[in-house]
């Protein structure tokens, strides 16, 4: 599903990641973990097409990703991403941030995803009216949307508390089960890693499993 080749990533003359190889496979649910400043964004920045790397390729969904042409409606189609800090917009209602960029034919599943997610009656509210565990949930729900094939998660929980971290954390990982979505997230959390099939630890731009 996903496969990254000896990727290495400089800013200016900071090198960021240092040949790093890493593969994701079809339904895996994969944790990264690891310190403040190891590579993790940067690492999901590159395999999420965000970011080019400064050497290395990847590999998604069948398709290097320097050849996609269309990347904009790839990203549309195939990727949800979710992020620490939720960049909903603050003058869109909660609805209206879900369905922005959603597909015709996927409007129709919105109103069971409000559902599931249990933020339904919040669906006319403003992000600025929410809690911040409803706005994470409502980033899911914005993510999961289109139905995409693959979720990147930036520690989507990190500035939720323990109790909401966890609920969203389960949520998350319950539909990517039953819809047979994979997930890569990167969490501080390591109880939460430890819920994925696989954890990877960042180690100052080196990645390796976590034991
Ligand atoms: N846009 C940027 N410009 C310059 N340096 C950056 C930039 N983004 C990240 N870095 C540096 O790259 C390294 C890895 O950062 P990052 O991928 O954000 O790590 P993490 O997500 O694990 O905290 C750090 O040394 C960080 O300072
Ligand atoms: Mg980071």
Do not use: C, W
């Not at 090198?15 to 990264?32: C, D, K, R, T």
């Not at 992020?83 to 959603?102: C, D, G, P, R, S």
């Not at 609920?167 to 990167?186: C, G, P, Q, S, W």
């Amino acid at each position: 599903m996903i496969e990254a080749k000896s990727l290495t990533h400089r800013y200016g003359s900071d090198e960021a990641l240092h040949a790093v190889n890493f593969s994701v496979q079809e339904g895996e649910f994969v944790a990264i973990v690891g310190e403040s400043g190891s590579g993790k964004t940067t690492l999901l920045s590159i395999l999420s097409t965000l970011l080019t790397p400064t050497q290395g390729s990847v590999e998604i969904i069948g398709n290097d990703t320097k050849r996609i042409k269309k990347i904009d409606n790839f990203r549309r189609k195939n990727i949800g991403f979710i992020f620490q800090f939720h960049y909903l917009i603050n003058y869109l209602t909660v609805y209206e941030n879900i369905t922005l960029a959603i597909d015709k034919k996927n409007r129709a599943g919105v109103q069971t995803l409000l559902e599931e997610l249990g933020i339904e009656s919040l669906r006319e509210r403003y992000p600025y009216e929410i809690s911040g565990g409803q706005r994470q949930r409502v980033a899911i729900a914005r993510a999961l949307a289109n139905h995409p094939k693959v979720i990147f998660a930036d520690e989507p929980t990190g500035n939720l508390d323990s109790k909401n971290s966890r609920n969203v954390f389960a949520l998350l990982k319950k539909i990517a089960e039953r819809d047979h979505i994979t997930v890569v997230v990167v969490t501080h959390d390591l109880q939460q890693a430890k819920n994925a099939d696989t954890i990877y630890e960042m180690n100052d731009g080196h990645i390796s499993n976590y034991n």
